[in-house]
């Protein structure tokens, strides 16, 4: 059993990597140049989680609102995902882990959507660590989505209005059937000192354990991620229970 099967349990670590462009300005470097040390961190707490043992890792890498940046720095994210997968496919399959990707990626650049389908493909037998890649996501529109799919079954009669429950509603996010039923958050990481959610995971994470740092994600290595995740341990989980 692994470490994080105990109490309080421990399944699905979801990180908001934040700070990468903080991180650059302080050197002088292109926002580019954070995003690629922060492409770096990322492969790193990869690794690590796969080792620990951690069933789902999901990372925030591009939301919804994303786009309203610069074409240098959106293109400069995309190519980071082709040299990510070029480098470390190999590695993450040997590994077992498995890729997923959480949003619609549809109108991400050509050569980001061949890679990330190509990581979907090489990987979607390996049965260990989960790592999701939330890409072009929101969770209003992952909402919005689910909602409007009910509706729709509603509509033509394949559902009644009292089947709308909880666990339906679930079943049609991203993290739902679509990518084989990842269970919610117990904790989400938010770095470089900011704590919000920024429309981050907002229906699965209603009992999620929230940890926050001031550590820029480029910086986040993995002996601060096992700090965190000893830190969750400490924390006394109660879904609205009592005690
Ligand atoms: C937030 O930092 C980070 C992002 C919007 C992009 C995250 C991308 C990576 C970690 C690297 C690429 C990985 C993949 C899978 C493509 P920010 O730019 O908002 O930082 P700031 O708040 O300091 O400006």
Request: proline share 7%; hydrophobic share 30%; no cysteine.
């Given at each position: 059993m692994s470490e994080f099967e105990k109490n309080p349990p421990l399944t699905h670590v979801a990180i908001i990597m934040d700070g990468n462009g903080r991180w650059a300005k302080k050197r002088l470097l292109p926002r580019v140049a954070g995003h690629n040390a922060g492409m770096m961190a990322m492969k790193e707490i990869v690794r690590r989680s796969a080792e620990l043992g951690i069933k789902y890792l999901t990372v925030?890498?591009?939301?919804?609102?994303?786009?309203?940046?610069s074409d240098e720095e959106v293109g400069g994210i995309f190519r980071l995902l082709v040299k990510y997968v070029d480098s470390e496919l190999a590695e993450i399959t040997k590994n077992n882990v498995r890729v997923r990707v959480m949003g619609d990626?549809?109108?991400?650049p050509a050569p980001a959507r061949e890679s990330l389908e190509k990581a979907l493909e090489t990987t979607a037998?390996?049965?260990?660590l989960v790592f999701t890649i939330a890409l072009n996501y929101g969770s209003r529109a992952e909402i919005t989505r689910a909602v409007k799919s009910i509706a729709k079954d509603v509509k033509s009669g394949v559902?009644?209005?009292?089947?709308?429950?909880e666990q339906l509603i679930s079943s049609r996010l991203y993290t739902g059937e679509e990518n084989g039923n990842i269970p919610d958050p117990d904790l989400i990481i938010r770095t470089s000192g900011e704590e919000r959610l920024?429309?981050?995971m907002l229906w699965q994470s209603a009992y999620s354990e929230l940890e926050f740092t001031d550590v820029l994600w480029p910086d986040f290595t993995p002996e601060v991620f096992e700090k965190m995740l000893e830190e969750y341990g400490h924390r006394e989980r109660r879904f609205g229970g009592r005690k």
């Open positions: 925030y890498a591009f939301s919804t609102e994303n786009w309203k940046r990626y549809s109108p991400v037998d390996n049965d260990g559902i009644a209005p009292e089947d709308v429950t920024s429309n981050f």
